[in-house]
């Protein structure tokens, strides 16, 4: 992948990339739209990290269909797909690991230990070998994405990181890979987390501004579904991830849910479309 990468590279042509788990899905799509869209060359990854999965989470039951990801990723034109078994990306003897920094611990990272610095090492690893000019990234996993901006700062690393917006089924539901988890009833219930979150944003555009009072108001309402356990709901400021003391336009409110044994997250921005 990386000698591909390296000629694209040397006859100056801009390189997008788009990391994934696979098992594709419209909220992909989008992102490899945009960077067909936007760069010369498209690179795709496919690979369901076990680093970033902690003990007793899904890593083995993590839905993997490469068959149908290369047919729509065929379809949407990409001229590089890069799928590499685990031994190729953590042979014997791979030792380093990339340390989130504070970010790591909270909100996703609280429920999630190690689940950053794992995302992290796999993202570098990645960069070095497609060497991308811009990275894709989805606002639904908002808080790996402003890690993956810190990361890049702090690093210096030379990739342009955009941010793109959630793509939602029809009843609201953030699309997601998880989603294949949830029964019918669980499905039917699911749709109730962007609700809740949409309805924050209602308030918040109403002239309410008390950080605490619109997480409130969130959790009564996810509160109100006896299949659905909160493990939080959190309004923050994205250069931060700390509470703000007032709510402001652009100020992010997340929550993540499990039905089941399935975790969601989703997240909205206040008074913006996207960050
Ligand atoms: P994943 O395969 O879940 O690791 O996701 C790969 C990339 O797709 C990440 O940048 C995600 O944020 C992004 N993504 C996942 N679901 C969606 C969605 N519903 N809308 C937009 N981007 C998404």
Not at 148 to 168: F, K
Not at 172 to 188: E, I, M, T
Not at 258 to 266: A, V
Request: aromatic share 6%; charged share 20%; hydrophobic share 45%.
């Amino acid at each position: 992948m990386q000698q591909l990468a390296l000629a694209w590279r040397a006859a100056g042509e801009d390189v997008g990339c788009v990391l994934t788990m696979g098992a594709l899905h419209a909220g992909h799509a989008s992102l490899v739209a945009r960077a067909r869209r936007e760069t010369r060359r498209v690179v795709v990854t496919v690979f369901v990290n076990p680093l970033q999965f902690g003990a007793g989470e899904d890593f083995d039951h993590y839905p993997r269909a490469f068959a149908s990801d290369l047919e729509l990723l065929t379809r949407l034109g990409v001229d590089a797909v890069f799928h590499p078994p685990v031994r190729e990306m953590y042979p014997d003897g791979f030792r380093t690991r990339v340390d989130p920094g504070p970010w790591g611990a909270l909100l996703e990272g609280r429920s999630r230990p190690g689940h950053f610095g794992g995302v992290l090492t796999v993202v570098l690893k990645l960069f070095s070998l497609t060497l991308p000019t811009r990275a894709y990234f989805g606002q639904k996993d908002v808080q790996q994405l402003l890690l993956v901006r810190q990361l890049v700062r702090d690093l210096a690393l030379p990739v342009e990181v955009m941010a793109c917006p959630t793509v939602r089924e029809e009843d609201g539901l953030a699309v997601s890979s998880r989603n294949a988890y949830l029964d019918a009833s669980q499905r039917q219930s699911a749709p109730a987390i962007s609700q809740a979150l949409q309805a924050v944003r209602r308030a918040f555009d109403n002239g309410e501004g008390d950080p605490v009072r619109l997480e409130e108001a969130a959790l009564q309402r996810l509160g109100q579904r006896r299949e659905m356990t909160v493990d939080y709901v959190a309004l923050f400021d994205p250069e931060t991830l700390a509470r703000p003391p007032r709510a402001v336009t652009g100020s992010v409110l997340a929550a993540a849910v499990t039905l089941g044994s399935t975790r969601l997250i989703d997240n909205v921005v206040l008074g913006a479309e996207s960050l």
